[in-house]
């Protein structure tokens, strides 16, 4: 008996997010809204796996019910060099995957690391949890997961 693979039909969000990425030139699948990831991950047509420190998800907060791989370590940030075998134990390389950090970028570094490593559906969440910095260094005043109203916890 032989094993056949399935074909997986992205759901359409996504479909969209990699036609972007595409027109982009972007080296990785693409790039949804914190709302978008919200309901493909309730619908389960994606993961979520956060990108962030432990510590962030621990006092910042942390969506519920998503997976973690720290893509960097440590307040100097150290980029974390067991990221894609780690990413790799917890979901499959063709799986749809969305990552999430404080802002979109070391998601957005994380998702090409992890496309280069032959992920074939690897996504950033833009604006990230936190969001960007206002006029007064200070996060979470006009984007990002928590400033959306979506569903987080804290310990």
Same mark, same amino acid.
């Given at each position: 008996?032989?094993?056949?693979?399935?074909?997986?039909?992205?759901?359409?969000?996504?479909?969209?997010?990699?036609?972007?990425?595409?027109? =982009?030139? *972007?080296?990785? !699948? @693409?790039?949804? /809204?914190?709302?978008? $990831?919200?309901?493909?991950?309730? #619908? &389960?047509?994606? %993961?979520?796996?956060?990108?962030?420190?432990?510590?962030?998800?621990?006092?910042?907060?942390?969506?519920?019910?998503?997976?973690?791989?720290?893509?960097?370590?440590?307040?100097?940030?150290?980029?974390?060099?067991?990221?894609?075998?780690?990413?790799?134990?917890?979901?499959?390389?063709?799986?749809?995957? =969305?990552? *999430?950090?404080? !802002? @979109?970028?070391? /998601?957005?570094?994380? $998702?090409?690391?992890?496309?280069? #490593? &032959?992920?074939? %559906?690897?996504?950033?969440?833009?604006?990230?949890?936190?969001?960007?910095?206002?006029?007064?260094?200070?996060?979470?005043?006009?984007?990002?997961?928590?400033?959306?109203?979506?569903?987080?916890?804290?310990?």
């Amino acid at each position: 008996m032989s094993a056949v693979l399935e074909e997986v039909v992205l759901h359409p969000t996504l479909q969209a997010a990699q036609a972007e990425a595409t027109a =982009l030139g *972007l080296p990785f !699948s @693409g790039s949804v /809204s914190p709302q978008q $990831a919200w309901e493909l991950f309730q #619908a &389960g047509q994606a %993961r979520i796996v956060d990108v962030r420190t432990a510590e962030e998800r621990k006092f910042v907060g942390q969506v519920p019910g998503t997976l973690h791989v720290a893509w960097a370590t440590g307040t100097a940030l150290t980029r974390n060099p067991r990221f894609v075998r780690e990413l790799e134990a917890k979901v499959g390389r063709h799986d749809p995957v =969305l990552l *999430l950090c404080r !802002s @979109g970028k070391r /998601s957005a570094l994380a $998702a090409e690391a992890a496309a280069k #490593a &032959g992920f074939t %559906r690897v996504f950033n969440i833009r604006e990230g949890f936190e969001g960007e910095l206002n006029a007064a260094q200070q996060r979470g005043t006009a984007d990002g997961w928590r400033y959306q109203g979506l569903p987080w916890q804290q310990d």
